[in-house]
Structure formats: structure tokens, C-alpha cells
């Protein structure tokens, strides 16, 4: 596990089929960019995103309804916020001479779920060497034990002390700015706890908040994910049992993440 990865993306390609599996967006297709230019055989397995109001009920089965209801609240109200969030990204992907399109050599395989039966055919056929997740529902126990290789996941929050959702802001609003960060682990039966790879720390700017801290620990870790990925090509992986105290993170209550917007500057 290391803070301070160097850049391997001089380094041979591989011909290994790599699968990402992935809900889609912006962050997950910087990393299958940054794969892309790594490894020769990059297979996309893209999921349909979970409904909201899925996620919210099964929230609330867990913290209750008032707990789910705000935390839906408060991504509907950041997503209100998409006018200056996209000006932030834009910055951010300008300053590291990123873009948002797919790599055109890349299959894309569309599913319902990375749990359905069809996944695991697919993954069957492709014969992958190494399967990452990212922006992905979590991986049944059941379909985890199907997989024939390692499956990676990148978390967007040091481990194991922001579990879940939103770990760059839970650190800010925490008074644990120096945790910061993303980890790169391998995926077992529960949320975030599987053992850890690699580790990268980081500072958000002044304009960034909790729609653009995803984005700022993603690219951050674009190069500890492809180390892992090849870790996991050379039958390398070294992982690390998560140590210190651990807590699973959900999106803040609308009410309490404008508490600490208004009172600390934590958005």
C-alpha cells in the first residue's frame, strides 16, 4: 500500500482481457481511458444505474425514512447545483488534459445488473484476467464467488473509516482533512472492507464541493488503479487487511449538509 504511486502508463500493454464494470459516467470513463492506454483488451460491462427511489427504500429499511428522505434531498439540491458543479469539472479536466469521451477501442457489453445472469455469461465468455468496479451497485456474494479472477474496486474514501458514500466529504466535515482520498481494494462479501491495495491522498480546491470531490479523488487515483489493475495481470496483489476504526458513510441530510455548508464552508 502506497501514498505516493508512480505513473506506469509508459509501461508494456497487456494483452489480458480487463474487464470494468460500471453504472457509467464521467469518473468511470477516466479510468477506462487511463486503462485503455495501459492494457490492449478493455471490456466494459455497463449496468443500468439503480433507481432512485430503490435506493431510497433501502436506505430507510437501514436508517429510516426521515434519514432517506434527506439524503435524497440533498442530492436533488446538488444536482440543482449542476450549472456550477460542470464549470469546476471542466476546470479539473482541463488541468489534467483529460476529456469525457470513451476510448473508441473499447467493446461496451450492456446489462440490466453486474448481478444478473447474463453478467456472469458475459464474463464467462471474455475470460477476463482482472475485473475493476467502479460507480457500481455492490457485487452479490453470490455472483462474487463466480467470478474467475480478482475483482478490484476503486472507492472514492480512505479505508476503513469512510466506508460507502461520499468519503472526501464525510473527511472535511470530520475534521480529517488529511484522509482525503481514494482507495484501490479487493471486493469481498461486505461494503468497502476487503483488503487494501493501494491508497492515495489529496486536496480538494476552494471550489470544490460534494458533486466535484468524487471527480477530484478519481483522477487523483487514475494511476494507483492502474498499478492495481496490473498487479492483478501479474498475479501480483498484495493486499492489506484495513486497519483502524471503521464507519459505512451515506450521503448527508439535506438539513445537516446546509448546517455545515452555512457554519464551516464544508458544501
Not at 63 to 77: D, E, F, K, N
Not at 128 to 150: N, W
Amino acid at each position: 500500500m502506497t501514498d505516493t504511486p508512480t505513473n506506469n502508463a509508459n509501461g508494456p500493454a497487456s494483452a489480458m482481457p480487463v474487464v470494468v464494470m460500471t453504472a457509467g459516467g464521467l469518473n468511470p470513463t477516466l479510468v477506462i481511458q487511463a486503462l485503455a492506454a495501459r492494457n490492449a483488451d478493455i471490456h466494459v460491462i455497463l449496468e443500468q444505474p439503480e433507481s432512485k427511489l430503490d435506493i431510497t427504500r433501502r436506505r430507510a429499511r437501514r436508517l429510516g425514512w426521515v434519514a432517506a428522505i434527506g439524503q435524497l434531498a440533498t442530492m436533488i439540491a446538488a444536482r440543482l447545483l449542476r450549472k456550477l458543479a460542470n464549470k469546476r469539472i471542466r476546470q479539473i479536466l482541463d488541468a489534467h488534459n483529460l476529456t469525457d469521451t470513451m476510448p473508441g477501442n473499447v467493446a461496451v457489453h450492456q446489462v440490466t445488473s453486474i448481478n444478473d445472469q447474463e453478467t456472469r455469461a458475459l464474463i464467462a465468455q471474455i475470460r477476463p484476467a482482472a475485473i475493476l468496479l467502479v460507480s457500481t451497485r455492490l457485487m452479490a456474494r453470490k455472483q462474487l464467488a463466480a467470478m474467475p479472477c480478482p475483482v478490484l474496486n476503486l472507492h472514492a474514501g480512505i479505508n476503513p473509516a469512510y466506508r460507502g458514500q461520499m468519503g472526501g466529504y464525510w473527511s472535511r466535515r470530520l475534521n480529517d482533512a488529511c484522509n482525503f482520498g481514494a482507495t484501490v481494494h479487493l471486493v469481498d462479501a461486505g461494503t468497502d472492507t476487503g483488503g487494501t491495495l493501494y491508497q492515495v491522498r489529496t486536496t480538494p480546491a476552494a471550489g470544490d464541493f460534494i458533486s466535484t470531490y468524487p471527480l477530484v479523488l478519481t483522477v487523483a487515483a487514475l494511476d494507483i488503479t492502474c498499478r492495481a489493475v496490473a498487479d492483478a495481470l501479474a498475479s501480483n496483489l498484495q493486499p492489506i487487511a484495513p486497519k483502524g476504526p471503521s464507519a459505512l458513510h451515506f450521503p448527508p441530510t439535506l438539513w445537516s449538509w446546509i448546517f455545515h455548508g452555512i457554519t464551516r464552508r464544508i458544501w
